[in-house]
């Protein structure tokens, strides 16, 4: 394109330039934005990211100006580029995992060693044995085998029983026959499978002697590792372009009869024994079960910073973008609006300014609750092991993890379903630019929805809790129950069965949570009565559990934020104006959540109609006020790198409009282009500069 | 990519294959499908489409295999070709301007010469003197003069009054000069500018003598005819990716002191006198404002077919995918069930394909009802310029078209939300599949997005029905009231006021349709009260304003599905069994948005807590029972041709599989590639095919 001429460089914005609007936001405001980044994610992690952006900031391959521009398979090349050089910046500065997985979040963009650097490794390193370890493991460490996780299968996602690849015990050469028997079995969504991965752990269904034993792990080559091209009777490739996502190259993969040594099946808690060709179980995986309730809680945590990158960069482009002015206004202020002050845009970006914070201080309550009981299970095995003492300790650790197993499942479906429709709200709330890619919700939107489908899928997930809560309700019925957060909440309902609630939703915190429990436990006994009394369909029910689940999320966020900020951690890190804030955030959260389920709150009798209407009309709107002053500050106190961000509209300095301009005119390749716009012409393009431009 | 070897080519799909799922699923119900495509379409619109879309698949250019895999320039270089062979066969076949809609409709992507063929002729059409058509018209019709409209600004979008851009009016040598002052002034959006048009429409404030008149339009040059290169002082380009829309050259442009002749500003309905150099209005151009509720009306129509594809698409995959086995099922019947047989996938789909032909419904009446009242109000012009009779007919046809505007308002902003959100959930009710181009849908989705933003934002629009309900009101509580149908449901409720109501939601149909009617009277008589009773502030309201609008727009489409099903017209064309599941659909809609709003409901007086209960638990899930054998029937109506739907799993004989894997493994040009994956390598792409598989 022609240089941009001297008269559009002298131009500037009109009217309060978007970096003075946003100065006085930041005026306006008294919360201490660095403490605030401090609670949530200590100054150790703010200095880790901070010392790693520099490093990726030096090096050109990590610049993102060109990302919004490629296509797909340009943006391959230069994800796979990205990712080997990080491994390498990896091994010449010593990071270590949390380093590494600062530098990957940093980049924004799933790479091609996702898998390898995940679920490859881990599998290997949890299922397999040491002989696995030494003959797997090391290589995969060094990059030279490097590898996916293929379990779902062109025709089978959620219900992993139903694969179809089979594995067959070959008694004559010791060997495993790995097939695809059908279409439907190749493999798909495979990441870092497509192109990249020359191994795989396979998830195929083991036959011996012609019995099914369900599907098991195995690890197979799959393409030569010097010319790497498929090896013989492997068909693999990449699935093609997805709605996001497309730095990776997900992959298809089928077998024709390929078989493996008896090595492949990794064998630590089940294998087939050489000798005698039978079934060996070793022990149960409960550690899997454990992980995926970890792998969970990440989700929910990081919920929290995915969504606040949206509202980062909606809520200060909404302070900079003024339009119309405010109809009610006296004369004497003849200005244009900011968008940020008009309440149809504060009820929508506000609640999920509180979700940034209710989501992060649940997962973190999760994850620490999780990490304590691993560690009294560990101790109260190893006193088990000593002097006999631990069993009720091991007992009591796994109630309660099976608790936090079905309340994070419940939570992984809530908190990536807020995130991913959050993230589409701010994305409008920008209007129009919300549109463009340089806004960098779009992208980033596209790129997070998978998290709603995989790690199970938000609506499959929920029947999950709704099973534990039955079996809770059941086991409280019975007077049988262990003791966890699930069975008091709904003991505590049936004792007061006979003479009611009355929580004061509007005055007391406290009882804003106890209000979320009661629907819960009400929710939770109605689903009962249809099932067991009634004696209705399982399928007659999903929607009611799907109900269920989500009030029982909706409550655990509740109680969790609010536990955040009672406790006494939190208030020694943050002063008391911006404990305030937080707690003003909580109440937005929770009572905006109650009047969206106005229904169910007040068919549970936990409150009456004139709260739920005074919730909307008054205390809402009424939040919405106090709280649009700190907005600005409280989304800086995610602390988003600009270069992280990549937003023309998010920009922390507020210079949108500038950063819009250059984008467009000065990155964009199609303006390297001029087009002959004549239909009776058939040339194209009739000036193509890319090329030049790139030189 | 290498072949595909032959034992991949036998493999088949496990299981009763998609065809057959779909056969027995047609079987199974007894909607004449071609009967009720009439009733959609008329059999004129079917013959036509089929005609075209048979020249368009017999040109190579049109060949859609490309599309998902393309990158942006690509697609906007096929785009280009595609937009000149469009134009070429129109004059060829000599296609009406229906004809070429329909043509691009089923090509399905945005065209560089979108906004010349709609925006920059119509507007110089209507706003032109006889004059400026021979100047502009002829030659724009003609394609040497290749056209576009420029309002947006980088500033300023919906508030049209805030626009920078200049036109000043220079008395000495009679010419305009279009200016822009600041950065913010660039033209922004703005459809065909990027790299396309030579010419545009330019809205700039006029100014006279130091004097502003506002936005007016101007007809401009802005690139050379020959050359194509931008004229000097115009600084024009391409905008950047987008969410979607990447086929059109969305644009930027700025004017640096550009002079332009008297003739430029269009001067149908105002203009500057060459001889007083002033200012004069030649008439109201409320010719503008019947458009634009037109163009809303055909957005509400549109908005059901737009949507009804993601739910073919999504109905037909999830009538042949097989996952899990009913919890429930006896022993004997050991298969898979079919996903769309789960209640959570049914209130997910069911209720949008409800919402299809309710919206089909609504938009249709609507277009009806205003050309109706324009044949009403020209007749009355004529009467009342022959005898002097007709001035009531014109005051009450333009009663009716204030009515139909703001109406307009409403549905377009409630038709195109649910149309892109309902899109949305058809996408993530394929499960994981959804997220791959190759479903269609998430494309599609992402083109039909700024729906919601332009031809007024949608959060923005409900501002302006709460505004006319508000002055509804008030003219009914003054006895002052106009009679139209809004007046009529406002005096209804008020005349009811001591004795409140009782409707037979659940029993009765009728009684249905008034519980809406019944609960937006109440909510206008409470913003009525805040507004002028209490002294709320505009902004303080627009929270209930937005609530307002949505609950008046479903209750007038709610009254329009109604009244499409009573209508003789509608019953002579279809038979009693498909009547009788149409009915059930409007049920299903209206039921299940009753219960969605419950609240809102319940604190009207319309309906009682348990009749809330009693639709969700009984009503609804019994509709969705009923409905749930029709559901491929009902999708079939709607008639998408496989070309035009592209998409792997709305396929009409059910090949999801075959085509998912055909696409992936012979389409997918990143197959044509081998990478190098060792970090210690800094080779990306070993192998690279892709010119050699395009020979």
């Known amino acids: 394109m022609a240089p941009t001429p001297d008269w559009v460089k002298q131009l500037t914005p009109s009217g309060p330039q978007g970096s003075e609007l946003l100065a006085t936001e930041r005026a306006k405001s008294d919360i201490t934005v660095e403490r605030l980044s401090q609670l949530l994610y200590t100054q150790e992690v703010l200095d880790r990211k901070k010392k790693i952006i520099n490093v990726l900031k030096s090096e050109k391959v990590f610049d993102k100006s060109q990302n919004y521009f490629s296509g797909r398979i340009d943006r391959f090349e230069t994800a796979l580029a990205r990712a080997k050089k990080l491994r390498n910046l ?220 949206g509202v980062t960069i909606a809520t200060r482009y909404c302070a900079v973008r003024r339009q119309f002015q405010d109809r009610d206004a006296p004369a004497s202020e003849p200005g244009e609006n900011q968008v940020l002050n008009y309440t149809m845009v504060q009820i929508r970006l506000l609640p999920l300014l509180a979700a940034t914070f209710a989501l992060h201080f649940t997962g973190k309550s999760m994850m620490n609750l999780y990490s304590e009981n691993q560690k009294k299970m560990n101790a109260g095995e190893a006193k088990d092991n000593g002097r006999g003492a631990g069993p009720e300790e091991i007992q009591s650790g796994s109630d309660i993890l099976a608790d936090l197993h079905a309340t994070s499942c419940g939570l992984k479906a809530y908190s990536s379903t807020i995130a991913a429709e959050g993230l589409e709200v701010c994305r409008r709330a920008c209007g129009g630019h919300g549109y463009s890619s340089f806004s960098g919700i779009g992208p980033w939107y596209a790129d997070y929805l998978p998290t709603t489908t995989w790690e199970g899928d938000n609506y499959m997930l929920t029947q999950q809790v709704a099973r534990y809560l039955l079996k809770s309700a059941r086991s409280v019925l019975s007077s049988s129950a262990p003791s966890n957060d699930t069975t008091s909440i709904l003991s505590t309902f049936l004792s007061r069965s006979e003479i009611g609630c009355a929580f004061d939703v509007l005055g007391s915190d406290s009882d804003l949570v106890d ?22 369909a399982w399928n007659d029910l999903l929607v009611d559990f799907y109900r269920l689940s989500k009030a029982h999320s909706q409550y655990m966020v509740v109680r969790n934020f609010y536990e955040a900020l009672q406790s006494g951690e939190t208030r020694a890190q943050i002063d008391d104006s911006t404990l305030d804030v937080l707690t003003k955030l909580f109440r937005l959260f929770a009572l905006n959540t109650l009047e969206q389920e106005g229904s169910e709150f007040y068919a549970s009798g936990a409150v009456t109609v004139k709260q739920i209407s005074l919730a909307r009309t008054n205390t809402v709107m009424k939040l919405l006020e106090e709280i649009r002053p700190h907005a600005v500050r409280l989304v800086d106190s995610w602390a988003f790198d600009d270069w992280v961000l990549d937003s023309s509209l998010g920009r922390q300095d507020g210079k949108v409009y500038e950063d819009m301009f250059y984008r467009a005119s000065e990155l964009n390749p199609l303006n390297s282009i001029t087009v002959d716009p004549y239909p009776d012409s058939e040339v194209l393009f009739k000036k193509d500069d890319r090329r030049r431009s790139k030189l």
């Open 90 to 309: 990896r091994v010449k500065h010593e990071w270590n995992l949390d380093e590494y997985r600062t530098a990957s979040e940093a980049i924004s963009e799933p790479g091609p060693y996702g898998l390898h650097d995940s679920m490859f490794l881990i599998t290997i390193a949890e299922q397999g044995t040491p002989e696995q370890h030494a003959q797997f493991l090391v290589k995969a460490e060094e990059y030279k085998f490097i590898g996916c996780y293929a379990q779902t299968e062109l025709g089978h996602g959620s219900n992993v029983r139903g694969l179809e690849t089979t594995a067959t015990w070959n008694l004559e050469d010791k060997t495993f026959i790995i097939h695809s028997p059908y279409l439907t079995a190749s493999k798909w969504w495979i990441g870092s499978l497509g192109k990249t991965a020359n191994y795989a752990v396979v998830m195929a269904q083991l036959f011996i002697a012609g019995k099914s034993y369900g599907p098991h792990p195995f690890v197979v080559q799959i393409r030569d590792l010097k010319t790497h091209e498929p090896l013989e009777n492997v068909h693999v490739g990449d699935i093609g372009p997805k709605f996001g996502y497309n730095t990776m190259d997900n992959g298809f993969l089928l077998f024709n009869k390929v078989k493996v040594p008896h090595i492949s099946m990794l064998a630590r808690f089940s294998r087939v024994d050489l000798d005698t060709n039978q079934y060996v179980r070793e022990g149960s995986p409960s550690l899997v079960y454990g992980t995926l309730t970890w792998v969970r809680s990440t989700i929910v945590m990081q919920a929290g910073s995915v969504l606040a990158r």
């Open 515 to 536: 209000a979320f429990a009661w629907r819960t436990a009400f929710l939770t006994f109605e689903a009962l009565k249809h099932r067991d009394e009634q004696k209705k």
